[in-house]
């Protein structure tokens, strides 16, 4: 319990900078909206001279852009990517920064087990994002009630706004894994933004195509905003593909973490 505290208190500051910093990108799409919906036509002629493969790749649907919750859906394009980041940032720093910092050979001399050790730090990260997205949503939730043109769904809009979390969730699994398997890392950054980038430029080059199967290799594609308009709802295959990658994630990285030696220098 002292090492969950711990870690927690360690990351309050950047739980606070990365909320603030969504909240901040969703109030700056969601100022944009009133104007965007009320020239609406125009809008759409000048967007419909974009190259089909280019909309489908940013996230741009015309047939309900215009809407607060489809024109959400496009803002959330860029606040996941955000949000990835944090993630990845956390998980690649769950254990790299015992090595960097040298003091994991001091962590694993108190009376406590690399399991127990590894399981406080990763739920002191998991703790971080649900505080960053409870906060996200409560905020988001006040700031589209005061700009919406008309009503919508708020079950549909608290289902879009998840679909950060679950991403999160994977991106935290592989910032873990890459933390355990690193010898030493001098900066979790290069990486984070390495991988999330990755993922996200392979979602959007599978967005160009109508193959279904291609989807599986980003995160980011996972969650199809067109799917939750329609049915309120996500994609069980896509869940249950994303739990069984967390949860293999986490295993090998208990697994590795156990047997391996571990490097204060």
Known sequence: MNIFIHELKAYRKSTIIWTISLIAVFALFMSMFPAFSKDADEFKKLLEGYPEALRKA???????????????????????????IQAMNLGTSIVSKEVREKTADFLLTKPVTRKQVLTAKLLAAFASLVITNIVYIAAATVIASQVKTAEFSMKQFILLSMTMFFIQLMFLAFGFIVSVLARKLKSVLPVSLGT????????????????????????????????????SSYEASFMIVGAVIILLAVAASYFVYTKKDIHAV
């Open 58 to 84: 940013i996230g741009l649907n015309l047939g309900n852009l215009f809407t607060i919750l489809g024109f959400y859906c496009y803002a959330l394009t860029f606040i996941i990517l955000c949000g990835a």
């Open 196 to 231: 999330v980038f990755a993922f996200y430029f392979i979602g959007a080059i599978s967005a160009t195509t109508d193959d279904e199967a291609k989807r599986y290799f980003s995160p980011f594609k996972y969650f199809n905003n067109d799917y939750i308009l329609k049915h």
